[in-house]
């Protein structure tokens, strides 16, 4: 009997996944890498500024130690430089302008003096070189036999106030070393892509004489009319294949949970209760989990779209007023102090929604508006600590947060 | 002789004593008059002036100006309702102000309608939030339909934490923040 129940418990503990126990074990033996820039074309300050934006980028794939000094080379020579004889990697890269201004970048990882990876790159303007940096450090991953960082590769949406009811509304990369502001001078709120491709985006318009869902074609620049609200109204999620919508509306002042039809342009009413449904997300195609102050208190809850049921998700904390969800996990922000008279933290916590395992993710602070990548892998959310505006990425398997300040502006919402 | 004198003296005294008159309240009341009399002249003149002598084009302008004048001036004798922390109901020392708001909403703003903006203070920029500083729109709108006002009359909108009167990092700038302010439309 005693066999058989500790047999049974080495089973249970060989399937149970616990993030937290992989990254105590790979922080020791993180392989390191060097980069050698081996560069022909630009001036000393853009290759500096590529050289920045390509160790960022090696350092948020946290799978290197990765050494922080600019070295440069020549691409053809047959052994690395002796500074960086000892390093596991190194990687050596090439930047080169053709006539017509594309920059081209070629790049070989060495590994015990074999190139182990060949890869090259172009862009036709140089400005978005850190684009081909993010491309760099996600094929170095894959070949690194590591899960995707796909995210790395899209593009940041966000809405950033920068005075009382003004705004801009800004499409960036993950690190915000590019931003190109595609709205601005207006009262534009909760921008949210509207496809997978990233080629069109929803946002909110306060400058009409009703809150109003606007649609703009990032291609065409063209800017269409959704729907009008009272009081409030906001894009919280859009599904997988577009064509529906999660809205926040607010007819006669009382916000709940829509559904939108896109193609037949119709709404469907989904929460009835008299108090405050907002930010709905979907989990899957048929359920939705969203934030409710059904219990006298905002928390997050769960229900299927063909039913009227309701389940509470989550068991901790007094306030829990932001959510989202990839799988089996959900984050959430929670309210960690209730002082009327001094600065409050609000935090990130992540639970599962099949075992008890709940982890807090950020410390200090307010962080809010959590988001997952498609791929579950990371998390993007805003942090505004000390006045400084910016935004973060939780690596969860690796337990590592990093940190992305906005140089002017607050973060109001954002979507990737 | 001695009665002679002491007759002159009383009969000097007596014609003395007849001289003196009482000067304060004579002064008082010569100053009052004229006061009265100016301020109805200058009443009656004002009015007559705008009711004549327009162009039926100057006169819409001038007359839509003067109510335009009219709302913003009204508009500015509306108070925000302020709230607590994280609260969406009405004090009850702000019920002076809804009082206030009423009474304009059915006399001096009885030609407009009224957008109540609902707003946060700093603490989270989420939909949560927004809702909450609609709820407080919500809240004072329920305040002013139950004295009198029609609720066709009224439309909200919430703008969260995005539009703060000011920003400082303390305690009574949060409170200001907290808040639903009137505007008028017409």
Redesign the interface.
Known sequence: MKLLISLLFTFGLLFASDATIEVIKKVDTLPTIAVEDASISYNDMFKLKFYKALIADLNVISIFNVDRYHRKTHFNDTTVLVENKDMNYVLRYKMYEDDSSTLHVEMKLIQDGETVLFKSYRVNRKNIYMFVAHAMAYDINGFMGEPSVEWMKRKVIFSRIVGAKKSEIVISDYSLSYQHVILKNRFNIFPKWANKEQTAFYYTSLDSAKPTLKYLDTKTLKISNIISSDGMLVCSDVSEDAKTLLLTMAKDGQPDIYTYNVEKKTYKRETVYGGIDVNAQFMGKNKIIFISSRLGYPNVFSKELNSNEIEQLVYYGKSNSACSSNGEYIVYKARETSNAFAKNTFNLHLISMKTDFIRRLTATGINEFPRFSKDGDAILFIKNYKNQSSIGIIRLNHNKNYLFPLKYGKVQSMDW | MKNIVLSGVVATLLLFSGCGSPKPAEDTKTTEKPAETAQEVKAVETETVASENTTVDASSESSSSNSNLSMAEVESQLSPVYF???QFSIDSDMQATIEKASELGKNAAADFNVKLEGNCDE?????????????R??AV?KAIVAQGIDASRI??????E????CSD?T?EC?AKNRRVDFKLLP
Do not use: C, I, T
């Open positions: 607590g922390f994280d603490w989270g920029s989420d939909e949560y939030n927004f809702a909450l500083g609609l709820k729109a919500d709108k439309s909200m909108v919430s703008f969260g995005s539009n703060p009167v990092k305690q949060w």
